[in-house]
């Protein structure tokens, strides 16, 4: 990702997108093309991940960025659906959609399906919870009085996996 002011006014920003995603996954190469033909396929009952804060993401939003982004991104949880989300924050599905396609590219969300309270999940298998991992200490402070470790079920050596 770039970001250069010419003239010390105007912002100019590019995203690499086969480049950004490696932030978050090493290795991983999504060409620009995979990011097209998946907001192609977005329905009304996916959901986005941010893999960024809520907060950060905000404050990175430059002052003349989008209304509707930023309210997109204050609604957000990852709970609710893109047409949940868009008829909170008063945009057309369309306007989800192509705003979850813009996070998508500049690797700040993912698409999901809306977390759901019944539904079981699994900790990826070389996912980075062990004791010394750094987000054991971000999970305590962004969930004060939870332990990543019990929440994930990883304290245990022997747990079942579904």
């Known amino acids: 990702i770039v970001q250069v002011r010419i003239n010390k006014w105007v912002l100019l920003s590019f995203c690499l997108p086969h480049k950004a995603h490696q932030i978050h996954n090493r290795g991983l190469i999504i060409e620009p093309e995979t990011i097209d033909k998946c907001v192609q396929r977005l329905r009304p009952y996916?959901?986005?991940?941010?893999?960024?804060?809520?907060?950060?993401?905000?404050?990175?939003?430059?002052?003349?960025?989008?209304?509707?982004?930023?309210?997109?991104?204050?609604?957000?949880?990852?709970?609710?659906?893109?047409?949940?989300?868009?008829?909170?924050?008063?945009?057309?599905?369309?306007?989800?959609?192509?705003?979850?396609?813009?996070?998508?590219?500049?690797?700040?969300?993912?698409?999901?399906?809306?977390?759901?309270?019944g539904n079981v999940?699994?900790?990826?298998?070389?996912?980075?919870?062990?004791?010394?991992?750094?987000?054991?200490?971000?999970?305590?402070?962004?969930f004060p009085g939870l332990c990543l470790l019990q929440v994930s079920g990883t304290d245990n050596t022997n747990f079942d996996v579904y």
């Open 121 to 142: 999940y699994v900790v990826a298998p070389g996912a980075n919870v062990h004791i010394d991992s750094p987000l054991v200490d971000e999970f305590a402070k962004e």
């Open 46 to 117: 996916h959901g986005i991940l941010l893999m960024v804060n809520p907060n950060d993401l905000l404050a990175s939003i430059p002052l003349d960025g989008s209304p509707a982004l930023l309210r997109l991104i204050k609604l957000y949880s990852p709970l609710k659906s893109l047409q949940t989300l868009a008829i909170d924050a008063g945009l057309t599905l369309t306007q989800a959609f192509q705003l979850t396609g813009h996070l998508v590219y500049w690797a700040k969300a993912t698409v999901i399906y809306p977390l759901c309270e």
